[in-house]
């Protein structure tokens, strides 16, 4: 659990100094792949933002808008605020590279190339990076110094698939989820076959040990606990006939899944991706199409909002799909949306959980 990976040749990373716990690469912007061309509402209130029950109200920011502030990636994933230093981190996984959005100067720079495929992104109670690897099929941990920490990469003797999205808790404990997307093909790492059913596991926070929370999910993706992590939430995105959001009683002192109620239906069409909990407990999902070809598919592209009780209370219309989010910003009203080619934000009335 604590072994340090310096010369494994799939993970020769740009090795760097820290500063305040952060590595800092000062690669340029490579705009190889599609830059998309957005055009701001120049009124307000942003009719992008697209209120569906009065209730969203008090978080909708009357003179605040859908901004853009990075494009020409591929297919951007996993976002985490590093507030201490003022700047984003995200995935740009076909392109084999960890991004780095800077918030004072507004410049966007490669901070990690190659990353494994990396796809979702954290930060432990410490403050270091944690990172989902599809090629590598592993969770590791950047340590202050820039070395790489291999957390987690088998189970009982057996590969991971490729882990997704991952989250901690309070008690310094890791969860992630373990569905296949990553070896099902050569776009986001290596096709690769299978060895273990689609899971979602633990790290202890204390012993580091690795156990399984469950394997009963088709395609589990991004995860999430309430404010008060009495309750787990869990995208089981190959769910059928919907793809859906469910809600887990944590026993054992949240060590453990019990009891599970359906949160949220994305309904058909919809498909759900990555998703934030706010302070009341609001879930904002990344959305899109279920990946069918219907002649409004695109009008499902943005973040989707739903109260604690599973109604849509809005949706942030973007041009593109939003695979993943996170809050952030000085107040944790800032929320970065990271979607398909471009990074978007919104400044909202309410703040992240964490």
Known sequence: M????????????????????????????DASAQAFDFKPSQRYPDPAIEVLDKSFLKYRLFSAGVEQLASGFRWVEGPVWFGDGRFLLFSDIPNN?????????GQTSVFRQPSNFSNGLARDRQG??????????????????????????????????????????????IWFTDPPFGIAGEWEGDK??????????RIDGQSGK???VTDTLAGP????????????????????????????ELTDNGTRLGQRRLAVDANGPGGIDGFKLDTD????????????LEANAAELDGVRVFNPQGRAI??????????????????????????????????????GAS
């Open 128 to 173: 270091r990076l944690l990172a989902c690897e599809h090629l590598t099929r592993r969770v590791t941990r950047t340590e202050y110094d820039g070395s790489i920490t291999v957390l987690a990469e088998r189970y009982n003797g057996k590969r991971f698939n490729s882990p997704n999205d991952i989250i901690v808790k309070s008690d310094g404990s």
């Open 210 to 212: 690795l156990s399984l």
């Open 221 to 248: 993706n991004g995860l999430a606990f309430s404010p008060d992590e009495k309750l787990l939430y869990i995208n089981e995105s190959r769910a059928t006939p919907n793809r859906v959001i469910w809600a887990y």
């Open 281 to 292: 407990g609001n879930l904002w999902c990344g959305w899109g199409s279920n990946g069918s």
């Open 192 to 201: 690769q076959t299978s060895e273990l059913p689609h899971s979602v596991y």
């Open 314 to 351: 809005a949706h942030i219309h973007l041009p593109e799909r939003c695979p993943n989010l996170v809050f952030g910003g000085a107040k944790k009203n800032r929320l970065f949306m990271a979607s398909s080619h471009s990074l978007y934000s919104l400044y909202v009335e309410a703040r």
């Open 2 to 29: 604590s072994k340090h990976d310096h010369g494994n040749p799939v993970n020769t990373t740009r090795r760097t100094v820290l500063l305040g716990g952060l590595a800092m690469a000062g690669a340029a912007l």
């Open 97 to 105: 590279r960890i991004m780095r959005w800077d918030e004072a100067t």
